[in-house]
């Protein structure tokens, strides 16, 4: 689990700059909402304590011995206020349907988008990052944009219109009250400015210890099998129970400085909402104010002081959204390695040659692993990887399907550059067969059928992926995932579990060389696609594999001296050079002087000791 350092946050600025893009196509809607909220405001805080204010100056003026007659005057005035406060509240009301729709569909944008962007990152990337805490990042993410809209939306900026109002009105009926008022606000602005950096940056810690947590409890209940079966269910509980602790510390030490700020921002509303009063009383006492300019000062000193009040809320609210849009604001700013040229065209693999044109690679923690490496498959022929751990035998096929990228020299198929080709055309001619292989929740008919190819989008925007049966019967019984499927409750259509943990480790090699079959690509790679089989799976599905390779270019990694032994050629590797390379014949002629003939010497129950 990296620490938070290696998982950094973006700064508020590019957080807030990533936010507004994913409004992007629905920005007018949003700023009309702006303005029809605005409206409102408006009609609530400026035309309706005008009219209200009119009505007690004509009150205030009334003569006491004629006071009938006078429903010409106040009958106007109350239809006037009847009317503005009506016209308010359908503003409200619109203002509202105009922010949620365009706010939903950003959110709905920046999920979408930000989902394509995890699938685009690299391999390497993937590799270094933990996937509970980039999943929490994005669901952080996507609930913390809504909050923020929401925020600003019904927070900030009714506040914002508020004082200006109030300020406004009262430099025409009162100025020394807006004075009061102006030196409120200025206080305000004044603490704001110096304590707001200090509760975003708290808040961010909080989150950063937040998301690591979740990070760890997913990643334990993703490995619940390895959690059981090293019995460290108090271990993990411990060292999540520690990360809370931490999380919890965060907050509270968030909670202190938002309420010493809060005090302070207190203080200076209360000094600017009296000296609001005493220019009000003042102004009172010696007949400066009529009874209309006293009430617009009492209603506008304490509808600021509230707003003012409420928007340190809102705002703690907003910066605790922006510290959780920031984490995958910063994976989103992340470069995407592996993309398609501008020009690149798509693959075509009439013959199936692969050629590995002086190849340079390396992890980029560990050195260099290649160093010129150069290794030419032709149509048809079936090669054999075999070497120590770490020798790079993986790591030639991660490139092959650009999950990696070369750094020097070629990698070409059929004389195609691979990275002048798509990705997807790439990956579309390879089968991949992987040591451990990765099955989606879903039916085994669906996962037979995964790279097949979709379907088109339904009414719903779904992609389904198409079964054909009668090829998922065909290369089930190639594969022999027919024999365990006809004893389970729901045949083909039984869900495999998340990573197709309900399957054993065989059922699930079976059903991913079933996959590969059915895909059917010109160039296959298996890499220890036969290591989780029994002994009597294994020379079931061997029987397969050949059928399998017959019509392709294979590139094995492999252990099993049934599937080397038959190889057209082994190439061996070490330390990512070749050292080695010929039939099984060839290179057992070395003896025990050569790398392969060590390993064959070495052989343990049917395997190479690599």
Same mark, same amino acid.
């Given at each position: ?5 290696e ?6 600025k ?8 994913q409004?992007?196509?629905n920005?007018r809607q949003?700023?009309?909402s702006?303005?029809?909220?605005i ?6 805080d400026?035309v309706?304590?005008?009219i209200?204010?009119? &009505?007690l100056s004509?009150v205030?003026?009334?003569?006491? +011995?004629?006071a009938?007659?006078?429903? +010409? ?6 239809l006037s206020?009847?009317?503005a406060?009506?016209?308010?509240m ?8 105009l ?7 950003? $959110? ?16 390497r990337?993937?590799?270094?990052h ?5 999943i /929490? /990042?994005?669901s ?10 929401d925020v ?14 109030? &300020?406004?009105?009262l430099?025409? $009926? ?35 210890h937040?998301?690591k ?12 099998m390895?959690?059981?079966t090293?019995?460290s269910?108090?271990q993990?509980?411990?060292?999540v ?9 965060a ?5 202190s400085?938002?309420?010493?700020t ?5 203080? *200076? ?15 009172a006492?010696?007949h ?7 009430y617009?000062i009492?209603?506008?000193?304490a509808?600021?002081a509230?707003?003012?009040q409420? /928007? ?15 984490k995958?604001t ?21 013959r ?6 002086r190849?340079?690679?390396?992890? +980029?923690?560990?050195g ?7 290794? /030419?498959i ?5 090669v054999?990887l075999v070497?120590p *751990?770490g020798?790079g ?25 691979i990275r ?8 579309r ?11 989606l ?23 389904p992926? &198409? &079964? ?11 594969a022999?995932?027919?024999?365990f499927?006809?004893g ?12 197709g ?5 065989g ?7 079933a996959?590969?079959?059915a ?11 036969? *290591?989780?089989?029994?002994s ?6 061997q029987e ?11 590139l094995v990694i492999a252990?099993r001296?049934s ?5 057209d ?9 070749i050292?080695?390379e010929?039939?099984h ?9 050569g790398?392969?003939?060590?390993l ?6 049917g $395997?190479?000791?690599?």
């Amino acid at each position: 689990m990296p620490d938070l350092s290696e998982f950094p946050s973006a700064s508020a600025k590019d957080t807030l700059a990533f936010c507004w893009e994913q409004v992007e196509g629905n920005k007018r809607q949003l700023v009309t909402s702006w303005i029809v909220m605005i409206l409102a405001v408006v009609m609530a805080d400026i035309v309706c304590p005008l009219i209200f204010a009119s &009505i007690l100056s004509h009150v205030a003026s009334l003569d006491l +011995h004629r006071a009938t007659g006078e429903w +010409h005057t106040f009958g106007p005035l109350l239809l006037s206020y009847a009317v503005a406060g009506l016209i308010a509240m359908g503003l409200w009301r619109i203002a509202g349907w105009l922010e949620w729709g365009a706010c939903v569909r950003a $959110f709905a944008k920046g999920l979408n988008q930000g989902y394509e962007h995890l699938l685009k990152l690299s391999y390497r990337w993937h590799m270094d990052h933990p996937a509970g805490e980039v999943i /929490s /990042s994005l669901s952080n993410f996507s609930w913390a944009f809504v909050e923020m809209v929401d925020v600003a939306s019904w927070g900030l900026l009714p506040v914002a219109v508020v004082v200006l109002s109030a &300020i406004g009105v009262l430099t025409v $009926f009162a100025w020394p009250a807006a004075l009061a008022l102006l030196v409120m606000v200025a206080g305000f602005v004044f603490v704001l400015s110096r304590r707001l950096s200090l509760v975003r940056v708290a808040s961010q810690v909080f989150e950063d210890h937040h998301s690591k947590a979740v990070g760890v409890v997913a990643d334990t209940v993703t490995n619940l099998m390895a959690v059981r079966t090293a019995a460290s269910e108090l271990q993990e509980r411990r060292r999540v129970d520690n990360l809370m602790r931490q999380s919890v510390a965060a907050d509270l030490r968030a909670r202190s400085i938002f309420m010493r700020t809060q005090l302070q921002l207190e203080a *200076s509303i209360v000094v600017g909402t009296l000296l609001a009063l005493v220019a009000g009383t003042t102004m009172a006492v010696h007949h400066w104010a009529s009874t209309a300019a006293l009430y617009l000062i009492l209603y506008y000193s304490a509808q600021v002081a509230l707003n003012l009040q409420q /928007s340190f809320e809102h705002l703690r609210s907003f910066v605790r959204s922006l510290g959780r849009a920031a984490k995958f604001t910063a994976i989103a700013r992340e470069e995407v390695e592996i993309t398609d040229d501008p020009a690149a065209t798509c693959l075509h693999v009439p013959r199936g040659r692969v050629e590995f044109r002086r190849v340079d690679f390396g992890y +980029h923690r560990h050195g260099p692993l290649f160093d010129s490496l150069t290794l /030419s498959i032709t149509p048809g022929e079936h090669v054999a990887l075999v070497g120590p *751990s770490g020798s790079g035998k993986s790591t030639l096929s991660k490139l092959l399907l650009r999950l990696m990228d070369v750094d020097g020299g070629q990698i070409v198929v059929d004389g195609q550059d691979i990275r002048a080709v798509t990705l997807a055309s790439l990956r579309r001619h390879v089968s991949y067969v992987a040591q451990e292989p990765q099955l989606l929740h879903r039916s085994i008919a669906e996962n037979i059928c995964y790279a097949t190819g979709g379907g088109d989008p339904d009414e719903w925007g779904e992609a389904p992926v &198409i &079964i054909d049966y009668d090829l998922v019967h065909e290369v089930g019984r190639a594969a022999h995932v027919e024999e365990f499927v006809c004893g389970l409750p729901d045949r083909y259509d039984t869900i495999v579990g998340e990573r197709g943990l309900k399957l054993s480790g065989g059922q699930r090699q079976r059903v991913a060389i079933a996959q590969a079959m059915a895909k059917n690509a010109p160039i296959l790679v298996l890499d220890e696609a036969t *290591s989780a089989l029994d002994s009597e799976s294994e020379q079931l599905v061997q029987e397969a594999l050949w059928r399998l390779m017959e019509e392709s270019t294979a590139l094995v990694i492999a252990h099993r001296l049934s599937t080397i032994a038959r190889m057209d050629r082994i190439v061996v590797l070490d330390r990512g050079k070749i050292v080695e390379e010929g039939t099984h014949r060839d290179l057992l002629h070395n003896g025990e002087v050569g790398m392969y003939g060590r390993l064959w010497r070495h052989q343990s129950g049917g $395997f190479l000791v690599a």
